[in-house]
């Protein structure tokens, strides 16, 4: 289940900064359940929603199964619009309890929860005749929705964290990696041929690509002496290549539990027992800071 504490100051940070609050009255109500897990009710929407998410998933899968699926096709099927209601429903709730409701349709998660209910709409539209029969490809969009868990989950956010703190220097590493198989491929390709299968540059960058990777399809090898040798230092150097990315990221997930300096690098990402502005979005408030040190605003006082 959910970390109360950083999850929870996770979305409400999110959901005052970046997309402001309701004005008073039953907007107020759906706000503070559906976007805040410091009360007993918000707590209980996200337990719930959770569930629903895996279970939807799981129709899913179930659904794709030939035997199941001539077996329980009705069933599915009732699932299925059973829960695109519901999340239909919860879709226009969130919009509707906020003042900009166009930066959460256009947020992450909310396109997320745009397209887990997309599919079985366009299903509608578009008859199950034989011209228009990969239509049914777009209802596997419906597995987005298991990406709705990482916003409940505060270990998603953390290991987010890390990548993003960490995303110039793998950027830098694969920029290398990319010439390195670039220069490799090439060399190959040349001393190689058509005749042993290398028939061009990117035929042979691409069995650089798996062959650095370790994964070595063997549908393309050297056969000469040099290329062969050539061949064995690629796979050497592949070993080291896969352990580099895993390092960085490893070291920024470190420094984030350690220090949390890591939820610095996503906004509106609370580190715990810190809090945030409502007015102005600004973090890192002391537990017993009375105004904001950006825009002078009162801050709530925790009872």
Not at 201 to 226: E, K, N, R
Request: overall charge neutral; aromatic content about 10%; hydrophobic content about 50%.
């Amino acid at each position: 289940m959910p970390d109360r504490g950083a999850a929870g100051s996770t979305r409400t940070s999110y959901a005052r900064m970046q997309l402001g609050e309701p004005h008073e009255g039953w907007r107020r109500v759906i706000y503070e359940i559906a976007f805040e897990s410091d009360t007993p009710a918000g707590r209980l929407f996200d337990k719930l929603l959770i569930i629903a998410i895996l279970a939807s998933v799981a129709v899913v899968i179930a659904d794709s199964i030939s035997a199941l699926n001539q077996r329980w096709a009705l069933a599915f099927e009732i699932a299925e619009w059973f829960f695109t209601i519901l999340f239909t429903a919860e879709y226009l709730l969130r919009l509707s309890c906020l003042r900009r409701p166009a930066r959460y349709a256009f947020s992450f998660f909310g396109i997320v929860d745009l397209l887990a209910i997309m599919p079985t709409y366009l299903a509608l539209l578009f008859p199950a005749t034989h011209a228009l029969i990969d239509v049914r490809v777009l209802r596997l969009l419906r597995i987005f929705r298991i990406f709705k868990l990482t916003a409940y989950i505060s270990e998603y956010q953390a290991l987010l964290a890390a990548l993003v703190a960490s995303s110039r220097k793998i950027f830098v590493f694969i920029s290398v990696v990319a010439m390195v198989v670039v220069v490799m491929g090439s060399l190959m390709y040349v001393i190689e041929g058509p005749e042993h299968g290398f028939t061009s540059i990117p035929v042979s960058i691409y069995w650089a690509v798996t062959t650095m990777t370790t994964v070595g399809y063997g549908d393309i090898s050297p056969q000469s002496p040099l290329g062969q040798f050539i061949t064995s230092l690629m796979m050497l150097v592949g070993w080291g290549t896969l352990a580099v990315p895993t390092g960085i990221v490893t070291t920024e997930i470190a420094l984030h539990h350690r220090t949390g300096k890591g939820a610095a690098a996503i906004p509106g990402l609370d580190r715990e027992g810190l809090r945030s502005c409502a007015n102005c979005g600004e973090e890192a408030h002391s537990s017993r800071a009375q105004y904001c040190h950006q825009c002078g605003a009162e801050l709530p006082q925790s009872e």
